[in-house]
Structures are given as structure tokens and as C-alpha cells.
């Protein structure tokens, strides 16, 4: 079975920069869409960004311009380089692997604090 574990999370200051990192236990970032979903307090889960086995990426309206995904499928470690955070981008956040119609997977999360 496929197991994902984040890394990367912390207290930020407005305006910093994280990165988050999302190993997987096989290969399969080439061959799967790898999601990073999050989830602030009291809120429901919500996409942030994806990036598709060909490697192309995909974003929320409210990260687009400031965070980036990426992947290194030698590794098999995912990425999401967050810059000009806000406090609006608390949450905790999850990378996502879709393995077939009815089978997914999901990492423990990685807690994203943003605040002075």
C-alpha cells in the first residue's frame, strides 16, 4: 500500500515562505496527479494545487500567484513552495494521491501557522 508523509510545516511570519515536501513510499508521481489539499480551522478541505503526471500544474485562484508545485520522481517527493503567506493560509495541509476511481490516498498533514 501507498503511504504519504508531509513535511515542511511551522510558524511563519505575514509575508514568508514555506515549503512543504510530500514523500511517497513508491514511484508513482509520474504516474499519478499528486494534490495539496488544506484545511483551516472550522473550515471544510480545499484544493490548493495539483500537478499532473505530465508534469503540468494546477492552482487555486487564491494561491495562483504565489505558490508553486512541483515533483522529483526520483525521489518520489512532491513539493509546494508557499511565498507571501498570509494568515489567511493557516490550515493544515495534505498531499493527495488518487490512485484509481475509488482508491485514494492521503498523508498525516502538515500544520501551516501563519502569524507575527
Known amino acids: 500500500q501507498v503511504h504519504l508523509v508531509e513535511s515542511g510545516g511551522g510558524l511563519v511570519q505575514p509575508g514568508g515562505s514555506l515549503r512543504l515536501s510530500c514523500t511517497a513510499s513508491?514511484?508513482?508521481?509520474?504516474?499519478?496527479?499528486m494534490t495539496w489539499y488544506r484545511q483551516a480551522p472550522g473550515s471544510q478541505r480545499e484544493f490548493v494545487a495539483g500537478?499532473?503526471?505530465?508534469?503540468?500544474?494546477r492552482y487555486a485562484a487564491s494561491v495562483e500567484d504565489r505558490f508553486t508545485v512541483s515533483r522529483n520522481t526520483v525521489n518520489n517527493t512532491g513539493y509546494l513552495q508557499m511565498n507571501s503567506l498570509n494568515p489567511e493560509d493557516t490550515a493544515v495541509y495534505y498531499c493527495?494521491?488518487?490512485?484509481?476511481?475509488?482508491?485514494?490516498?492521503w498523508g498525516q498533514g502538515t500544520l501551516v501557522i501563519v502569524s507575527s
Open positions: 513508491e514511484r508513482i508521481f509520474g504516474i499519478y496527479t
Open positions: 500537478i499532473l503526471p505530465e508534469g503540468e500544474p
Open positions: 493527495n494521491v488518487q490512485l484509481s476511481l475509488s482508491v485514494e490516498v
